[in-house]
Structure formats: structure tokens, C-alpha cells
């Protein structure tokens, strides 16, 4: 479990970034921050590995505080996946995955063995494992991002808009996988986005943040929409509702679709 | 043997028998003081540069200065900088030395500077989500990814170098620059033979230098190899959504 109490960031500037935010994640879940830019989600995902310190207040990760912890040595405990995936464009796809477990100190041949697992585990196919990132398309390199996050087999995993940076149809395929690996790994992870839409397909909890770095409402999906607290948060749920449930349909269409189409890949082999 | 070329006072461009009779003796000897006076300077420049530039990107506000200082150390005249250095360390290596390494860091600390600053943020920021400390993020991710750029100006100093050193002859210390002056001041007018060799050699010399560095550039960076990667890359992001279309 992850703990917020009374945690604000304030810049030199004035600017806070985040506002007496007490907030308690879950063990094994999957826990949504989503709000518009600027609203202190990053920031507060950041607090968690120390990449930001809180300026007032404490965050604890099961029970401990982690300033009582060296940041490299927190960080490798913590895994983390980076917007555009941030991946070393100078080592091979095997060495980014191994990355952490390599700063640990661990046995290069395993971890290169274990690396070349995680990789299947992603959906990667295997043949990727010399090429560098470059190489990669945008979806393929995202999946390297979260199995080098998941290398070290770290309890938290933190996701800074994971998947923003692919185009929607692959989005969609990473998050079903994201769900399906999840559903086997039961991980605590606090996941970051804009996107209203991702955040209730994902969450099990969703705390939606207003620009001020002030957590508007924290609960679940269903109650989100049910009962929105405030007109702030209706707003943000609001204008795209009805897109939403358009949406859906248009996804069950195209689903049945491609199971009727005589034709149909397995999607997987094709990937390359 | 037959004349290359036929020099304006009858005399040729190029004497054969010049050639055969020095290379083992004055060329062989002038090759290779180019070689240590062309090289040492840009180690001796970079060894410089990387923490200057380091510096430089870690304190922003540092490069301006140091800009403008390698850059009016550059404007002076190698010939002004050679006399001075006469001075204190008399007719030595050490006097073409020095400010030839001088020179290189007006193309190293910015080719460091703009190698760290190629590093993308989400790199960086990726780094240092992973627990990397600042020593290992910097040798084990900066430095690699910088790289390609550091060594595109290490080559062009070499090559600039290779160039300049035969300045360093007008003071008597200027490898094949050497030959130039032998044949200027041949007892009975002008010589070219000797003036030809040296210029020939220098443009091998700078060529070959060139092109080492470029495989040793290549040889450093396999993940640079741009054309094959970006066709390969576009066809990756082609199937993966015809695949996730498909499903």
C-alpha cells in the first residue's frame, strides 16, 4: 500500500503543484490518477520514487517513509514506465529489459535469460531481442518499456502516460494485454493519464486531480460516473459521455466483424 | 623517369627521383612528426573538452563564456600563437602543441555540449527512474548516446589539424609543412617536387584519418545505423496496426 498524508509539492516559483493530498493506494490494484495537464498527477507519481520530494507531508510505501530510503536504491525497487517509453536507444531490446536487474548486480546470463521470458510475456516476439529500439515501432517499443519496468519483479509499477504516444488502434491492443498481464501479476501500480477513457478502462480506483494539484474525487469507475462530486468533476467526465458509449459500439461492431471475416490473422504472428 | 608535370621554369611538378631518393630519410621523417603533431593535440584537446563541456552542460550559464573564449582563442593566428609559445617553451613539440590543442576545443566543447544535449529528456528522465546515480547515468547512458556528435567533431578538429600543422614550420617545427619550406628555399630557386609531396601526403593523411574515425565511430555506435533502422522501423509500426485492426 501506497500512503499520502498531508503531501504538497511547492516550487521555489510559488507554483504548487500538488495540495495537501492525502490519498491511500491499494496493494495489487490498479489505482488511476487522471486530470487535464498541470493538475499535479505526474508530480504526485513522481513522489512515490523520490524523482520529485514532497515539499510538506509524508508518502509512505507499505508503512515505510521514503525518504528513509536512498533514491537509486528505492527506485530500483519501483518499477517505472515512462511516457514514449524512454528506452536506451543505445542497447539492444535484451539489455533494456535487463536494465535493473544489471544495476542490481545480478548475473548477466540471467538476467539476460529472464529478460528474453519477459519478453514473450509482453508480447514481444523474440527475434527483437539483438535489434535496438529504433527498430521498433511506437506499440512495440512501449511493451519493451513495461517488461524492462517489470525485469526486476519490483511490487509497484508506475505508468506516466504509458501509451499516449501510439495511435488509438494500437493503444487499445496494449491496454487489453496490460489488463491480461495484470490479471496474472496482481501488482500495485498507479497509473497516470489524461484520458478519461483509459482511466475507467483500466482503474479499479480512479482519482480524478483539478488543476492546483487538488484531488477532486477518488473512488471507483462505477461510481465515478454514477455520482460525480462536484461540477468539476462532471465537466471533465461530461462532454464526451455520449462519445464514449458511441465508442463501445462501434468496438463491439468492429469485433464481430473481425471474427466473421473469413480471412482473419492471428494478430500476434503478424506483429513483425 | 617521365615528369608528372611541367612546372613553369621548365622545371617539373614532381621530380621521381626526389621521391626515391628522401622518402626514407627527410618525408619518412617529416610523415611522422605530422602524425604526433596532428595527434596529440586533439587527445590532449579532448581530454579538455569532455570536462569543460560536461561543465558546460551541467551549468548552463557556464557555456556562453567558455563559447566565447575558445572561440577568440580560434581567431588568433596559429603563426601569432606559435611566436608566443616560442617564448616559454622555446622550439619544442610543446610549442606547436599547445595551441594547436587550443584550437580543437573551439570544435570539441561545443560538439560535447551538443552530444550531452542530444540526449532526449524521456532518456534521461527513463535513467533516472531505474535508479541509475548521476556517475552511472552519465557514463553508462550520456556518454554513449553522445557520442555519434562528440566524434563528428572530433573529426572534423583531426582533419582541421592534419591541415594546420604545417604552420608550424615558418618556427621549424611543422612535419611535412617541412618539405614546403625545403623546396621554397631550394638554393637555385624554387623547387616544387617537395612542395607536392607534402600537400599530397597531408590529403592522404587527412582522408585516412577521416575515414578511421569514421569506423571507429561505427564500429562504437551499431545502433546508429539510420537507413536500414528508420525502413525497418516504418514497416514494424505498418504491421503491428494491421495487426490490432485485425483483432
Not at chain 1, 487489453?176 to 482503474?203: M, N, P, Y
Amino acid at each position: 500500500m501506497i500512503t499520502f498524508a498531508g503531501v504538497t509539492k511547492r516550487y521555489p516559483d510559488g507554483t504548487v503543484a500538488v495540495d495537501h493530498l492525502d490519498l491511500e493506494i491499494p496493494a495489487g490494484e490498479i489505482t488511476v490518477l487522471v486530470g487535464p495537464s498541470g493538475c499535479g498527477k505526474t508530480t504526485t507519481l513522481r513522489m512515490i520514487n523520490r524523482m520529485v520530494e514532497a515539499t510538506e507531508g509524508t508518502v509512505t510505501v507499505d508503512g515505510r517513509n521514503v525518504r528513509d530510503v536512498d533514491p537509486p536504491t528505492l527506485r530500483r525497487g519501483i518499477g517505472y514506465v515512462i511516457q514514449q517509453a524512454g528506452l536506451f536507444p543505445h542497447r539492444t531490446i535484451l539489455d533494456n529489459i535487463a536494465t535493473v536487474p544489471l544495476l542490481l548486480g545480478r548475473d548477466k546470463k540471467r538476467a539476460r535469460a529472464d529478460a528474453r521470458a519477459l519478453m514473450e510475456r509482453v508480447g514481444l516476439d523474440a527475434a527483437f531481442a539483438r535489434r535496438y529500439p529504433a527498430q521498433l515501432s511506437g506499440g512495440q517499443q512501449q511493451r519493451v518499456g513495461v517488461a524492462r519496468a517489470l525485469a526486476a519483479d519490483p511490487p509497484i509499477l508506475l505508468m506516466d502516460e504509458p501509451f499516449s504516444a501510439v495511435d488509438p488502434i494500437v493503444r487499445g491492443g496494449l491496454q487489453d494485454e496490460f489488463l491480461r498481464l495484470q490479471s496474472e501479476l496482481e501488482k500495485t501500480i498507479v497509473f497516470v493519464t489524461h484520458d478519461i477513457d483509459e482511466a475507467v478502462k483500466l482503474g479499479h480506483r480512479i482519482a480524478v486531480f483539478q488543476v492546483g494539484g487538488k484531488l477532486a474525487q477518488y473512488t471507483s469507475p462505477d461510481e465515478l460516473l454514477d455520482a460525480p462530486a462536484s461540477d468539476f468533476v462532471r465537466d471533465f467526465l461530461g462532454g464526451e459521455r455520449g462519445i464514449r458509449r458511441l465508442r463501445f459500439a462501434q468496438e463491439l461492431e468492429a469485433e464481430a466483424a473481425a471474427e466473421n471475416a473469413p480471412g482473419a490473422v492471428p494478430a500476434k504472428a503478424d506483429e513483425r | 623517369m617521365i615528369p608528372a608535370a611541367i612546372g613553369t621554369g621548365g622545371e617539373p611538378l614532381l621530380r621521381w627521383s626526389y621521391v626515391r631518393d628522401n622518402y626514407d630519410g627527410p618525408i619518412w621523417e617529416a610523415l611522422r612528426e605530422h602524425l604526433v603533431l596532428s595527434f596529440t593535440p586533439v587527445l590532449l584537446g579532448l581530454l579538455i573538452a569532455l570536462p569543460l563541456g560536461l561543465a558546460c552542460a551541467r551549468w548552463t550559464r557556464l557555456y556562453p563564456p567558455v563559447l566565447a573564449v575558445t572561440s577568440v582563442l580560434y581567431a588568433i593566428p596559429a603563426i601569432g600563437l606559435f611566436v608566443v609559445f616560442v617564448a616559454f617553451t622555446g622550439l619544442t613539440y610543446t610549442t606547436v602543441v599547445v595551441p594547436l590543442a587550443l584550437y580543437t576545443l573551439s570544435v570539441l566543447v561545443p560538439s560535447v555540449v551538443d552530444g550531452l544535449r542530444s540526449v532526449p529528456e524521456h532518456v534521461r528522465q527513463s535513467a533516472v527512474a531505474m535508479g541509475f546515480g548521476p556517475l552511472r547515468r552519465l557514463v553508462q547512458v550520456e556518454l554513449p548516446i553522445a557520442l555519434p556528435v562528440v566524434m563528428g567533431g572530433l573529426r572534423v578538429a583531426t582533419v582541421a589539424n592534419i591541415s594546420l600543422v604545417s604552420v608550424g614550420a615558418l618556427i621549424g617545427i611543422g612535419g611535412l609543412g617541412q618539405l614546403m619550406v625545403t623546396g621554397m628555399k631550394w638554393p637555385g630557386g624554387a623547387y616544387p617536387t617537395p612542395i607536392v609531396v607534402a600537400i599530397v601526403l597531408i590529403v592522404v593523411l587527412a582522408l585516412v584519418a577521416d575515414l578511421v574515425l569514421m569506423l571507429v565511430q561505427r564500429f562504437l555506435t551499431p545502433w546508429e545505423r539510420s537507413g536500414r533502422v528508420s525502413r525497418r522501423a516504418a514497416r514494424a509500426a505498418r504491421t503491428e496496426r494491421a495487426a490490432e485492426v485485425a483483432r
